[in-house]
T-cell receptor, first 112, second 111 residues
Framework: DAGVTQSPTHLIKTRGQQVTLRCSPK?????VSWYQQALGQGPQFIFQ???????QRGNFPDRFSGHQFPNYSSELNVNALLLGDSALYLC???????????FGPGTRLTVT | KQEVTQIPAALSVPEGENLVLNCSFT??????LQWFRQDPGKGLTSLLL?????REQTSGRLNASLDKSSGRSTLYIAASQPGDSATYLC??????????FGGGTRVLVKP
């Protein structure tokens, strides 16, 4: 049973560019959340998708957008990249409002 | 607004010593609490989930307690090993089960 998977593992982009990160949830899970973790800090909630709709959103600008597909996989898009967007981006999945969340290995984004 | 705090930010102990990691939160609402382990540059591994109706949860050498009245949770790791070196994070779900994380405690167990 595959856990949560994310791609790519690492990514280097230039300021102003756009990036797309991908996540496949754990088998049987239908809810995907995205988190941003800056170096030395705890993860910060970006948004959550359920039934292909954004259900909840954290305090992030509109440059951060997402999508969920019918197979429950999800994408995180970030436009007009800033140096401050450099972070580890984590995807978590769960079954609807079940309490325990399972995290993927993350995508390390570096913006130069 | 839910806030989660972990003190200390870093901890160094000799092998064999018991570890005590603290987590405090401001919202005493009926929510669970989850402890995670994170190795450098890696994702999060769930260690223990304490249901809101529970006072503690145990798994092997790990024991976590939850005291909603004081807004605290404690993670105990018995007989620490060098392989326990990692960052430990606590998190509480808010409405809709978005997680609010503490800043983590970075643990180093010296052989």
């Amino acid at each position: 049973d595959a856990g949560v998977t994310q791609s790519p593992t690492h990514l280097i982009k230039t300021r102003g560019q756009q990036v797309t990160l991908r996540c496949s949830p754990k088998s049987g899970h239908d809810t995907v959340s995205w988190y941003q973790q800056a170096l030395g800090q705890g993860p910060q909630f970006i948004f959550q998708y359920y039934e292909e709709e954004e259900r909840q959103r954290g305090n992030f600008p509109d440059r951060f957008s997402g999508h969920q597909f019918p197979n429950y996989s999800s994408e995180l898009n970030v436009n007009a990249l800033l140096l401050g967007d450099s972070a580890l981006y984590l995807c978590a999945s769960t079954l609807d409002r079940a309490e325990e969340q399972y995290f993927g290995p993350g995508t390390r984004l570096t913006v130069t | 607004k839910q806030e989660v705090t972990q003190i200390p930010a870093a901890l160094s102990v000799p092998e064999g010593e018991n570890l005590v990691l603290n987590c405090s939160f401001t919202d005493s609402a009926i929510y669970n609490l989850q402890w995670f382990r994170q190795d450098p540059g890696k994702g999060l591994t769930s260690l223990l989930l304490i249901q809101s109706s529970q006072r503690e949860q145990t798994s092997g050498r790990l024991n976590a307690s939850l005291d909603k009245s004081s807004g605290r949770s404690t993670l105990y790791i018995a007989a620490s090993q060098p392989g326990d070196s990692a960052t430990y994070l606590c998190a509480r779900p808010a409405a809709g089960n978005k997680l609010t994380f503490g800043g983590g405690t970075r643990v180093l167990v010296k052989p």
